[in-house]
């Protein structure tokens, strides 16, 4: 499968932003998918996580309740909504999927990757 991610952009803080993620190639169906940031000098980490597994979601601390990650089979697409943004929030963003449906919430698991997408969120 192919990933393509896009959505991204530059918002004040407190607002809010959709990225997209559009799977080519291949369709989505069987796939968990979620969304990984990575700023400047930090490593990659999950803000989003799905399984098709089950259809749990997880989100850690830093992003819970103010992301919402969320999948349209028939339009093969992953949206994470992303509201109450902060600067913290400045990243490029990834989207990725797998379908072994173990080790859901880490980078290490998946095996296909979207090509990223810059959000910045400042005043």
């Known amino acids: 499968v192919l990933l393509q991610a896009y959505g991204g952009g530059f918002v004040q803080p407190g607002g809010s932003l959709r990225l997209s993620c559009t799977a080519s190639r291949s369709t989505l169906n069987g796939y968990s998918v979620a969304w990984f940031r990575q700023a400047p000098g930090k490593e990659r980490e999950g803000v989003a996580c799905l399984s098709d597994t089950d259809g749990t979601k997880y989100y850690p601390h830093s992003v819970k309740g103010r992301f919402t990650i969320s999948r349209d089979n028939t339009k093969n697409t992953v949206y994470l909504q992303m509201n109450n943004l902060k600067p913290g929030d400045t990243a490029v963003y990834y989207c990725?999927?797998?379908?072994?449906?173990?080790?859901?919430?880490?980078?290490?698991?998946?095996?296909?990757w979207g090509q990223g997408t810059q959000v910045t969120v400042s005043s």
């Open positions: 990725a999927g797998q379908l072994t449906g173990t080790d859901t919430t880490s980078v290490s698991g998946y095996n296909y």
